[in-house]
């Protein structure tokens, strides 16, 4: 088979606090290949819920010509809350293809298409990453520095790294801003 989409997520369904089945239509190779995730959105809170505790999997019989599933929660989705689906099919590569073996169209088939799995769900943590523009300047260093309380992060004077910047920086930002927008 090959993987026609690159769609590795379902969702987010919003709680009604009477469903509990979701559906989702990417392939996987096992239920243990699903990461589900509750988000509380009053308080902005994620978790992770884990198979077999908070929900189980339903696999369509044929990943191949018809992939995806149902994820059942144990309780209905409650109001105030959200349900994400998406992969996380291991970066292992599990084929073993042995000198002089039979071929076997459907094991290549399967490795290829865990590669390609396997692209898409970093695609899909990058899409989601605080990104540079391609043409920054050779030399600026996009390295976080280390957290600090009641500190803010910005451009160093010369634009070529990040640092932390505290309130009185803040202040004077505003200030000027605000000064600005009067003119």
């Known amino acids: 088979m090959t993987i026609n989409s690159t769609t590795r997520k379902a969702g987010p369904f919003t709680g009604t606090g009477t469903v509990s089945a979701f559906p989702f ?10 990461f589900v995730v509750r988000l509380d959105v009053s308080a902005s809170v994620e978790q992770t819920l884990v198979l077999n505790a908070n929900y189980s999997v339903t696999l369509n019989p044929d990943q191949n010509s018809n992939p995806g599933g149902i994820v059942t929660l144990t309780a209905p989705l409650a109001v105030g809350y959200t349900l994400t689906l998406t992969s996380n099919v291991p970066d292992t590569q599990p084929t073993d293809l042995t000198n002089q073996g039979g071929f076997y169209p459907d094991v290549i088939n399967d490795a290829l298409d865990r590669a390609t799995i396997q692209i898409q769900q970093v695609q899909t943590e990058i899409d989601r990453t605080i990104t540079a523009p391609i043409s920054l300047p050779a030399g600026t260093d996009l390295t976080f520095p280390m957290p600090e309380a009641n500190q803010f992060i910005g451009w160093n004077s010369t634009a070529t790294a990040l640092q932390n910047l505290d309130s009185s920086t803040l202040a ?4 000027f801003a605000t000064a600005y927008a009067d003119t």
């Open 25 to 34: 239509g990417f392939k996987v190779f096992q239920a243990s290949d699903l």
């Open 172 to 175: 004077s930002i505003v200030a």
